[in-house]
């Protein structure tokens, strides 16, 4: 089935430096593909989405550009700064199995000031 | 605030038991989804409903139910509770048909002591 690959482990860095944390997916057809994130104790907030290829899906920042031909769709950030720090989930809907979402595994992401 | 609401926020109960887990969707989604959240398994789809009527299946157990009512909430039972079963359960609303976007609850943390 669908599925969606975060790189392992969690991401320390120090204000204003660049974040990129990397997801792939494996998939039939052309899934639509999102980036959430989790603040600590809280829920999962959409952050950005890209429907189809070569879409570039883009808040507070952060950006993402949807790879049909290297199936990826990495986040990045030019300037993190400590409000950044949370969970970031990449995920995909299977417009196959009515929509639900497949999610990456997750990368914590640490900001020092 | 995302628009959907759960309730209870925390829940605390021992094996064997049986608890219901309540999400009311955004107004105006017909759609809702339950995902689990555990430390083993990450976030994995649990079951959707649209209208009233289950529409997908996923990873759930057979000892998990769950309904939707006329009003569009819905409810998450979890019976013959295993220690293993302690974990964060989201529910998520969908905007539309023509849409995939979900957007998550708060979240409603079981412990089963």
């Known amino acids: 089935g669908d599925s969606v690959t975060q790189m392992e482990g969690p991401v320390t860095l120090s204000e204003e430096a660049f974040l990129t944390i990397n997801c792939t997916y494996t998939?039939?057809?052309?899934?639509?593909l999102f980036w959430y994130v989790q603040y600590p104790g809280e829920g999962l907030q959409l952050l950005l989405k890209?429907?189809?290829?070569?879409d570039k899906g883009s808040n507070k920042g952060f950006e993402a550009t949807y790879r049909k031909e290297t199936t990826s769709f990495h986040l990045e950030k030019g300037s993190v700064q400590v409000s950044d720090s949370a969970v970031y989930f990449c995920a995909l809907s299977d417009r196959y199995g009515n929509n639900r979402l497949a999610f990456g595994k997750g990368n914590q992401v640490v900001v020092i000031p | 605030d995302s628009g959907v609401t759960q309730t209870p926020k925390h829940l605390i109960t021992a094996t064997g038991q049986r608890v219901t887990l309540r999400c009311s969707p955004r107004?105006?989604?017909?759609?809702v989804y339950w995902y689990q959240q555990s430390l083993d398994q990450g976030l994995q789809f649990l079951i959707q409903y649209y209208n009233g009527e289950e529409r997908a299946k996923g990873n759930i157990l057979e000892r998990f139910s769950a309904q939707q009512f006329p009003d569009l909430h819905s409810e998450l039972n979890l019976s013959s509770l295993e220690l293993g079963d302690s974990a964060l359960y989201f529910c998520?609303?969908?905007?539309?048909?023509?849409?995939?976007?979900?957007?998550f609850g708060p979240g409603t943390r079981l412990t089963v002591l």
């Open positions: 107004s105006g989604d017909l759609s």
């Open positions: 998520a609303s969908r905007e539309g048909r023509d849409t995939d976007t979900q957007y």
């Open positions: 998939a039939t057809g052309y899934p639509s």
């Open positions: 890209a429907t189809k290829a070569d």
